[in-house]
């Protein structure tokens, strides 16, 4: 049974950093794509990261490319989504998911495992 865990999550000022961790147990994920969705209310579930886990490219939303990086530790079987410059419509749940298929995707919809999502604000 795969597991995903998010951490890292909470309130931060416009312009600061904050650094999310995704931490996934239950199968080994060495073919395996790893993303980073948020959904803020009254909004649908945005795509805003993806890698192949055992490749070093990845992709981004436009609205946070140069702003965020998602890595990944394989020892520690661990995503990273770190949160540079953040802004007020940052806010949202942030979500990791895996997509059992080496192709990275933005569609929610195309990953099979969810995390419990972490909370993220940023005050103006």
């Known amino acids: 049974q795969v597991q995903l865990v998010e951490s890292g999550g909470g309130l931060v000022q416009a312009g600061g950093s904050l650094r999310l961790s995704c931490a996934a147990s239950?199968?080994?994920?060495?073919?395996?794509?790893m993303g980073w969705f948020r959904q803020a209310p009254g909004k649908e579930r945005e795509f805003v990261a993806a890698m192949r886990w055992n490749r070093a490219s990845a992709y981004y939303a436009d609205s946070v490319n140069g702003r965020f990086t998602i890595s990944r530790d394989n020892a520690k079987n661990t995503v990273y989504l770190q949160m540079n410059s953040l802004k007020p419509e940052d806010t949202a749940v942030y979500y990791c998911?895996?997509?059992?298929?080496?192709?990275?995707?933005?569609?929610?919809?195309?990953?099979?495992?969810w995390g419990q999502g972490t909370q993220v604000t940023v005050s103006s």
């Open positions: 998911a895996v997509r059992s298929a080496p192709r990275s995707s933005g569609r929610p919809d195309e990953y099979d495992y």
């Open positions: 239950g199968r080994t994920f060495s073919n395996y794509a």
